[in-house]
């Protein structure tokens, strides 16, 4: 069997390395930009496919389905972002006659309508925030909205009915800002989803974001997992994930997981999926949305239940029957986190940096996983999300996989490109975040108060880089130059072997 | 028999000497005039060690890679730099010999290339 993996970075190179333990070829593909990436140095084929905008490379249906037509691939596998959740490539994939690992296009259709997904949480049983489950296409009437938002009660949101991470979302506090955070709304959701039509939603004051993540077979069987923890988000976006959840019980566990399971079977999920629920101080749990693929987070559900989604996607894709012990699933061993580590610079907010990574040197030891997308070398591209790796620990609870975050982050270093190490180094020594008092709003609500540099250099410091740098200098006399690499000059090549003689 | 050097970090420039101290890699580095004995490897391409056997044998080492002609990347315990390196001023490399000795020296490398055209 071999799988044409429809993606890049870290992900890409984790599909591959699942498909290498199953003993099935990998096929990788890439932009201009990405030929020396590291996901195509670890594939068994790979394929070239367009220039580095992702709408001409990443995002090119009919192109990637060529590619895996004319390498003989027997299936496509997604992973995230891009076109995971996109019905018409599921769909392509299947007309080819290429297996498709995740579940059908109907259902990533139906599921990717926000409003549809919350009508078909209504029907399985599962709470939802209170709000709209209408779409307000372009002819609704400001008078229309205006009752609506009325009905749902303030403060609330507007969120695109395609959206996802934040894009096309507005939050709301009272009747006099809706119509400007509906035309923002809309016109953001236009520009990133192409479908301008938005709904409204109650805003939870100060929920946590818990997710359940499941498997489910052609066969019937849907198996839910052991909560993450999602509440540690910068602008709408997760930056650090932990399972399980120091705000769950077992017995809210079990309620969470089994809600998931009525919501999957409701719908005819198959393959890998996460469901997403606010989770509110009183205990009471609301259905948000549902992700039709695997998740950047899942490490940390792999690393308390032993359970490899990626190979348990691609053997349901080929027909296995899912036979985990489902208490297994739903019963943590230990504690683990995961911080994704972006090529952005902290000190100025949070801007990407593309470049080229100089140099790098991973944690290790032990209960420490890297799941990277880059080595010394590569480039980091404009063109992508800037995550080049995630980090992920695992302790017997959580205090020691707490401690275990600060020992791997202090030893992982790159040189060549910012990173958010340094941001993630002051937030795990946050009283908040060691006790785990944190919500949705945690970490802008500090990051908006916090004064000062996270990169900055004590005198001791600064004195132990000027003499680093003498000695190496006084090392490599030509410290500008690229180590191992020859002279630029004859004149100086020729000095070199007359020194040598 | 020391080299100098001004290296200057986030535009704060600093005077240092350093000349070697005994073992291969032991070097004697004085900083703003403040002197200290520092044991120093490179490990592999980019990992400097080095060990201050006067400050109770600490022991720190650095990801370290080239920026540019005269600048180098510095990854330190906790944060990363740039440095820059205003040139070497020898008196007396380290090594013993120094391509850039001032007076009078006789040429003795030689003129390596292809010849392109000989002028009659």
Redesign the interface.
């Known amino acids: 069997m071999k799988i044409l993996v429809a993606n890049r970075g870290e992900i890409a190179v984790r599909i591959i390395r699942a498909c290498r333990e199953l003993g099935l070829r990998a096929v990788a593909v890439y932009s201009e930009s990405d030929r020396d990436a590291l996901h195509v140095t670890f594939a068994d084929e790979a394929y070239a496919i367009g220039p580095s905008p992702p709408l001409e490379s990443y995002l090119n249906i009919d192109r990637l389905v060529e590619v895996a037509r004319r390498a003989r691939a027997d299936a496509v596998h997604p992973g995230y972002g891009f076109l995971a959740e996109n019905a018409a490539f599921a769909r392509a994939c299947r007309e080819a006659g290429l297996g498709f690992i995740g579940p059908p296009p109907e259902v990533i259709a139906l599921m990717g309508s926000k409003t549809a997904a919350r009508q078909a949480a209504r029907r399985a049983g599962v709470p939802v925030v209170p709000g709209t489950d209408t779409p307000f296409g372009a002819e609704a009437t400001d008078e229309a909205m205006a009752a609506a938002a009325t009905a749902v009660g303030y403060p609330l949101l507007v969120k695109a009915v395609a959206g996802g991470g934040g894009k096309g979302m507005r939050s709301v506090a009272g009747p006099a800002e809706l119509a400007a955070a509906v035309r923002a709304a809309r016109s953001e959701a236009a520009s990133s989803f192409g479908d301008p039509a938005v709904y409204f939603e109650r805003r939870l004051v100060a929920p946590r974001h818990v997710e359940v993540q499941l498997l489910a077979d052609h066969h019937g069987t849907v198996i839910p997992f052991v909560e993450r923890e999602c509440s540690i988000q910068r602008r709408h976006q997760k930056v650090v994930e932990e399972a399980p959840s120091v705000a769950v019980s077992p017995a809210l566990r079990q309620a969470l997981a089994a809600q998931a399971a009525a919501l999957a079977r409701e719908v005819g999920y198959t393959n890998a999926g996460t469901i997403e629920f606010l989770l509110d101080a009183d205990g009471s749990f609301y259905f948000l949305e549902m992700n039709t693929r695997l998740q950047v987070e899942h490490p940390v559900t792999e690393m308390v239940t032993g359970v490899d989604l990626v190979q348990w996607q691609i053997r349901i894709a080929r027909g296995e029957r899912l036979d985990l012990d489902p208490e297994r699933a739903l019963t943590p061993r230990g504690h683990a986190i995961e911080c994704r580590i972006y090529a952005e610079d902290p000190d100025r907010q949070f801007l990407p940096s593309p470049g080229v990574i100089a140099a790098l040197a991973l944690p290790g030891g032990p209960g420490v996983r890297v799941d990277g997308g880059v080595v010394a070398g590569s480039a980091v591209p404009m063109f992508y999300d800037a995550l080049i790796a995630k980090l992920v620990v695992w302790g017997a609870d959580r205090p020691q996989a707490v401690d275990r975050l600060r020992r791997a982050l202090a030893e992982y270093r790159v040189l060549g490109v910012p990173t958010t190490i340094p941001f993630l180094r002051w937030l795990v020594d946050q009283p908040a975040f060691h006790e785990g008092r944190f919500e949705t709003t945690y970490v802008d609500t500090v990051l908006a108060e916090r004064r000062g540099a996270f990169v900055e250099l004590s005198a001791d410091q600064e004195e132990l880089a000027v003499v680093a740098a003498a000695v190496y200098a006084a090392l490599r006399p030509r410290a500008g130059r690229a180590p191992g690499t020859a002279p630029s000059s004859r004149w100086l090549q020729a000095a070199r072997l007359e020194a040598l003689r | 028999m020391s080299?100098t050097?001004e290296?200057a970090?986030?535009g704060?420039p600093?005077r240092?000497a350093?000349e070697p101290c005994g073992a291969p890699?032991r070097?004697r580095?004085t900083?703003d005039g403040?002197p200290?004995t520092?044991d120093?490897h490179?490990v592999g391409?980019?990992?400097?060690s080095?060990i201050f056997p006067d400050r109770a044998g600490a022991a720190?080492t650095?990801?370290?890679?080239?920026?540019?002609?005269?600048?180098?990347?510095?990854?330190?315990?906790?944060?990363?730099?740039r440095?820059v390196?205003d040139g070497?001023r020898a008196r007396g490399?380290?090594g013993g010999?120094s391509?850039h000795r001032e007076g009078d020296a006789r040429i003795?490398?030689?003129?390596?290339?292809r010849v392109v055209r000989v002028l009659a």
């Open positions: 080299v050097f290296i970090i986030n704060r600093h240092v350093v890699g070097f580095v900083v403040r200290c520092v120093a490179l391409t980019d990992r400097l080095l720190v650095l990801l370290v890679a080239p920026d540019g002609p005269s600048g180098l990347m510095l990854h330190l315990p906790g944060p990363a730099v440095v390196i070497a490399a380290p010999r391509p003795v490398t030689p003129m390596a290339g």
